[in-house]
């Protein structure tokens, strides 16, 4: 069946890089999806990719996309005090109506 | 545009009693889907309408419900509470025309039951 899964912790110093990564098993995934939770908050969209692409950027963020390995990460740049929240992979495909596919999520801590 | 909008933000009931949550979807879009997060199990898909129809369902039990009105504004239902419904459920709405429309999510309600 359909699976995602992301570590769950990532500490880093401010101004450094971050790097999230997600793994999901669903080969006719189409669209993976970023989001981001802050404390009490909804899911925020960060970005997506499209199955076919390798590489999306979009200001500080970077997704890369593995298809082989079936992996996906996010890296922000210059990370900052903000970016303290949980982040969340998901997969959507079309044969999926609607539904999406979520990874546990992984706590980014930023140090200042 | 407005965002999605989710109403009550915040409630509390006991185990047996039943609740309604309702979600207003982006303007235009057409789909509303539902979303269960807890501690334990994460986000899980309660079920999707579109078109005042349900399209998927997750696998929940009968008493997790739901329904779509023609304006396209949706509410859930959970009848019988448990004190495992204690939870945050968010909705989110998309375009609807394809099942990989990005969804854009609500709020939240967080649902306490005691």
């Known amino acids: 069946g359909e699976d995602v899964e992301q570590s769950l912790f990532l500490s880093v110093r401010e101004g450094d890089s971050s790097v999230i990564n997600c793994t999901y098993t669903?080969?006719?995934?189409?669209?993976l999806y970023w989001y981001k939770q802050e404390p009490g908050a909804g899911l925020q969209l960060l970005t997506y990719i499209f199955s076919n692409m390798d590489m999306k950027q979009d200001q500080r963020l970077t997704v890369l996309l593995n298809k082989k390995d079936k992996h996906l990460s996010l890296r922000i740049a210059d990370t900052q005090t903000g970016d303290s929240a949980i982040y969340f992979c998901?997969?959507?495909?079309?044969?999926?109506?609607?539904?999406?596919?979520f990874g546990q999520g992984t706590e980014l801590s930023v140090k200042p | 545009k407005a965002g999605v909008t989710q109403t009550p933000r915040y409630l509390i009931k006991t185990r047996g009693q039943q609740v309604t949550l309702s979600c207003s979807p982006i303007s235009g879009h057409r789909s509303v889907s539902w979303y269960q997060q807890t501690p334990g199990q994460g986000l899980q898909f309660l079920f999707e309408y579109f078109s005042e129809t349900q399209r998927n369902k997750g696998n929940f039990p009968g008493r997790f419900s739901g329904r779509q009105f023609s304006n396209s504004r949706s509410e859930m239902n959970v009848s019988t509470l448990e004190l495992g419904d204690s939870a945050l459920y968010l909705c989110?709405?998309?375009?609807?025309?394809?099942?990989?429309?990005?969804?854009?999510f609500g709020p939240g309600t967080r649902l306490t039951v005691l």
């Open positions: 989110a709405s998309s375009l609807g025309t394809r099942g990989t429309d990005t969804q854009y």
């Open positions: 669903d080969s006719s995934s189409t669209y």
């Open positions: 998901a997969e959507s495909s079309d044969n999926q109506g609607g539904k999406l596919i």
